[in-house]
């Protein structure tokens, strides 16, 4: 049923949808070669032979990448190999800072627990998991009866869970090498099974520095024009035999089965354009009342906590080259999607998304009332919606601000959260796991800018919440502090085994655990979090279940329009054109050139984030871009702008020219159109990407990496 309202469209936007690959239909295909594509939809997607879609890896599980050459090497965004590149940097070598390039193959190094997806086919199951919850409704039909919706939303969701696994077994048993993992489309309404081969020996092999990879920081973060040279470069490495491997020194490049030619033709404005990667999520099916959620409390507390938490680390960071280096990748993480929902909440206003969302709701109401069998099925819907959002309205305000100000907040509170996950760790692999990611907390930890941050967030969190959400060390801070905060927080970090970093070797007492503060203020908040999630739990099963409904009606009720669905981390292609926009701030050009990112480097004196090294300074007023500057317009041309549809997870998709050739990696959206996670704007959402001849230069100029310019082929 869904297949077929997928893909019997009678009209399509060339500039909205996030498409499966394994299911362009016709009509799909017809509009994009209008566009320019010139492909066809095997070379695109096939399970017999390679196509493009090989060349695509899902970087890491957080990003996109492309393969560009036969050596398996791959460009991704900046900010996506960032945590690796900070991972592998050190005091006396910040190849954070500095950049890095590795000048032969022993010289590149490997990323520790990075690895990229290679999906080899989707396939469609949706009938096979409709007709076993067929079968299990029959069986319980009569219990069924006697229940409440939200116990009967449970037990679905059970049963769902239960067969999708029972799927993926069944993959894995035809496919023992490879990963198989069944996701679910269209808010639940549809399934599909995804097959990946996983590489898990990853090297860096360059990354500018972080000067150009970073270049605007959160001054132009969202922002247009934009002149960030965000990219990196790794390499796949696998055994003898070209198979996926664990890291050894006895590995070799993969030899790719396909990778992506790079185009040093340029582009115009009107050119096709289209991205091929793993978007993550977006709720574009999302009731009002669901909308409204979002704005006051998910984005609400990371507005509000990280707001306060980043504040004192940037102080920090500022102060010292040594807490710069520890922080710059939580920093970076933190204030990324802090910007996104501060923008999201403004374009959501501005846009009126949530009256828009309500008209299309009465619309649903409206025709479901004019059939039977339809309003049984629909008629309800938004007045139960409603009531499901408003029973859990309080209690999911607390918790989101809970969640951002202790386990997303302070370093302590996490540290203390890994180590008793560790401590009650059922297996040797899992405690292995968690072992590792305390050691990684501790590396980059100052406990003077902890204490600050725990202060603040927990004298801040008090302001923003009702007192029966405070959890019981406020109590304590009260009767036997004073009300002083700060005295609190400094006799924890007295009067805790956490802050010696060898405590991931051992197992502490009962009467260490007892008498260790912060792992008691954790067990309060936890404890805090468990009654309110309990207060929550009542009403998700009826939202999710009201949401699966609410898509549901849609899809029915405009069977003749096209409905792609909400990304899910799984491989999708949007297609649209080069093209520059209109907004408040006036007319926007598609491209930027050098003389603007001189422009802003002049202004570094005022502006930190617009700082370069002097050599690439230097290099830029040099002129001398050779084959890298545009063929027509004779400029080097630094980024530019396509209507493509993005989000995030997205940052790292190759952008291909209608020849299937790689002119740029999508690395950011623009600000005017934030909201575009929830609702597309057709007029405002732009794809920033930067320019592949930008990249090449870089590496070509800057870094000297010959090998790499001949590896992708350039001539």
């Known amino acids: 049923m869904l297949l077929t309202l997928a893909c019997c469209f009678s009209s399509i936007k060339a500039d909205e949808g996030m498409w499966m690959l394994s299911h362009v239909s016709p009509k799909s295909m017809k509009i994009m070669r209008e566009l320019g594509l010139q492909m066809s939809k095997k070379e695109l997607y096939n399970t017999k032979g390679n196509s493009l879609k090989d060349a695509v890896v899902n970087f890491g599980g957080f990003c996109s990448g492309v393969v560009v050459s036969p050596d398996g090497l791959v460009f991704t965004n900046h900010h996506c190999g960032f945590g690796h590149i900070q991972a592998l940097a050190t005091p006396e070598n910040d190849i954070l800072k500095n950049g890095f390039v590795a000048r032969t193959q022993a010289e590149e190094l490997p990323a520790k627990g990075l690895f990229v997806q290679i999906l080899q086919r989707t396939d469609d199951v949706t009938k096979q998991v409709n007709k076993a919850l067929d079968k299990y409704y029959k069986k319980h039909a009569s219990e069924f009866a006697s229940l409440e919706n939200n116990i009967k939303e449970k037990m679905r969701r059970t049963c769902v869970d239960s067969i999708c696994l029972a799927i993926e077994n069944e993959y894995a048993r035809k496919y023992p090498e490879l990963i198989c993992e069944v996701d679910a489309y269209y808010t639940g309404n549809a ?17 500018p520095p972080q000067s150009l990879g970073k270049f605007g920081g959160e001054t132009d973060n969202w922002m247009w024009p934009r002149q960030t040279c965000d990219f990196s470069v790794f390499r796949i490495y696998a055994d003898k035999n070209n198979q996926p491997a664990q890291y050894s020194t006895e590995n070799r490049p993969l030899k790719a089965e396909r990778y992506a030619r790079v185009s040093l033709d340029g582009f ?22 669901g909308i409204v959620e979002r704005m006051e409390n998910t984005n609400e507390s990371r507005i509000n906590v990280r707001g306060v938490k980043q504040d004192i680390w940037k102080k920090w960071m500022n102060s010292d080259p040594k807490i710069r280096l520890q922080y710059a990748s939580k920093y970076a993480s933190s204030s990324n999607y802090w910007k996104n929902s501060i923008g999201m909440n403004k374009a959501l206003r501005e846009l009126n998304v949530v009256d828009q969302k309500r008209q299309k709701e009465q619309e649903v109401n409206e025709w479901a009332g004019m059939n039977k069998k339809r309003k049984e099925k629909f008629g309800t819907l938004t007045t139960e919606l409603e009531k499901a959002y408003a029973g859990r309205k309080a209690d999911n305000h607390a918790l989101c601000f809970m969640n951002e100000s202790f386990l997303g907040g302070p370093d302590l509170m996490r540290i203390a959260l890994y180590f008793s996950s560790m401590q009650s760790a059922g297996s040797d692999e899992s405690r292995m796991s968690w072992k590792n990611r305390l050691r990684q907390q501790y590396k980059d930890w100052n406990q003077q800018v ?7 967030l927990i004298d801040n969190y008090a302001k923003q919440v009702e007192p029966k959400y405070l959890p019981c060390f406020y109590q304590i801070i009260e009767k036997e502090y004073h009300n002083d905060t700060r005295a609190y927080v400094d006799a924890m970090f007295k009067q805790t085994i956490l802050t010696d970093t060898n405590v991931v070797n051992i197992t502490p007492s009962q009467e260490q655990i007892s008498n260790d503060m912060a792992l008691q203020c954790l067990k309060s908040v936890t404890q805090m979090m468990g009654k309110v999630s309990e207060g929550i739990r009542k009403y998700n099963a009826d939202v999710t279940e009201k949401e699966r409904q609410l898509c549901k009606a849609i899809l029915e009720m405009e069977m003749d329009q096209p409905h792609y669905s909400d990304a899910n981390s799984t491989m999708r292609l949007s297609y649209g054109f080069v093209n520059d926009y209109t907004s408040a701030a006036g007319h926007q050009n598609y491209f930027t050139t050098m003389p603007s990112m001189l422009e802003k480097i002049a202004q570094s004196d005022k502006n930190d984030e617009y700082k370069v090294e002097p050599e690439v300074k230097a290099l830029f007023e040099k002129g001398d871009f050779g084959p890298y500057k545009d063929k027509e317009s004779g400029e080097m041309q630094l980024c530019f702008l396509t209507n493509n549809d993005i989000t995030g997870g997205n940052s790292g998709s190759p952008m291909f020219n209608g020849k299937g050739e790689l002119i740029g990696l999508a690395f950011d959206g623009n600000w005017d159109a934030m909201s575009s996670d929830i609702s597309f704007t057709q007029d405002l959402t732009r794809c920033i990407g930067v320019d592949i001849r930008y990249v090449l230069y870089i590496i070509d100029r800057w870094g000297g990496a010959e090998r790499l310019i001949r590896e992708i082929g350039i001539q």
């Open 191 to 207: 399934y599909y099974v995804n097959v990946y081969k996983q590489y898990d020996d990853i090297r860096l092999v360059l990354a």
């Open 268 to 289: 115009n404005k009107g050119d096709y354009c289209m991205t091929i990667g793993y978007p993550g999520r977006t709720n574009r099916y999302l009731s009002s009342y």
């Open 450 to 456: 902890d204490r600050e941050t725990m202060t603040a």
